[in-house]
């Protein structure tokens, strides 16, 4: 089946400080894979996305690599702010039934302290 | 452009109330989708429309039905409203099949009591 597991949270960090955002999946097939925000009091956005193994997408200083050998799609950036604090979702685009579907994580609360 | 709208934003209902949550998105999508947010789950497909006039079933559709009479319009309702209902619930909209990038409203939070 399709499943998304992340790091559980939340996670707490100080202002410039390294953020790695652990995500890993199961998958049949080749799926999509991106990385969506939720700031606190709206709705889901989409960070980054990366639609084929090795790819790298980035946005607004966050990466994150499609490493097909470890199933793996980890969210990185080198220096957060206290504007970071968000929920982070991992997610997986599988076709199940015919129909495009995300597959989502839990989510990882993430509060940046200045 | 307006995106994807959701109304009511907050809502408190009696246990076996009945109400309907309206999504409206302006970006001529074709998909269209109703996840529900519960803490420490993620969002979860309650059911989704891949056209005017289409619905189908979700990872969780028990106790709620939708319609898409319009393309622009995705309705979910709750006939007879549970406790285990209490959550937040988004719409979603996307192109295509083809285009994978799902736009989300602001949610609509539901307390059942």
């Known amino acids: 089946g399709n499943s998304v597991t992340q790091m559980e949270g939340p996670v707490t960090l100080s202002e410039e400080a390294f953020l790695t955002i652990n995500c890993t999946y199961t998958a049949t097939g080749y799926p999509s894979l991106f990385w969506y925000v939720q700031y606190p009091g709206e709705g889901l956005q989409l960070l980054l996305k990366?639609?084929?193994?090795?790819d790298k997408g980035s946005n607004k200083g966050f990466e994150a690599t499609y490493r097909k050998e470890t199933t793996s799609f980890h969210l990185e950036k080198g220096s957060v702010q206290v504007s970071d604090s968000a929920v982070y979702f991992c997610?997986?685009?599988?076709?199940?039934?015919?129909?495009?579907?995300?597959?989502f994580g839990q989510g990882t609360r993430l509060t940046i302290n200045p | 452009n307006a995106g994807v709208t959701q109304t009511p934003k907050f809502r408190v209902l009696k246990t076996g109330q009945s109400m309907t949550l309206l999504c409206a998105q302006d970006?001529?999508?074709?998909?269209m989708y109703w996840y529900r947010q519960d803490p420490g789950m993620g969002l979860r497909l309650i059911h989704y429309s891949v056209g005017e006039g289409t619905t189908a079933k979700g990872e969780v559709p028990d106790g709620y039905n939708v319609s898409r009479l319009k393309k622009q319009n995705f309705l979910l309702g709750l006939e007879s409203a549970a406790p285990s209902q209490t959550s937040v619930y988004f719409c979603?909209?996307?192109?295509?099949?083809?285009?994978?990038?799902?736009?989300f409203g602001p949610g609509t939070r539901l307390t059942v009591t």
């Open positions: 970006m001529n999508h074709e998909y």
């Open positions: 997610a997986l685009n599988a076709l199940i039934q015919g129909a495009q579907k995300l597959v």
């Open positions: 990366a639609t084929k193994a090795d």
């Open positions: 979603a909209s996307s192109y295509s099949n083809l285009m994978y990038e799902q736009y």
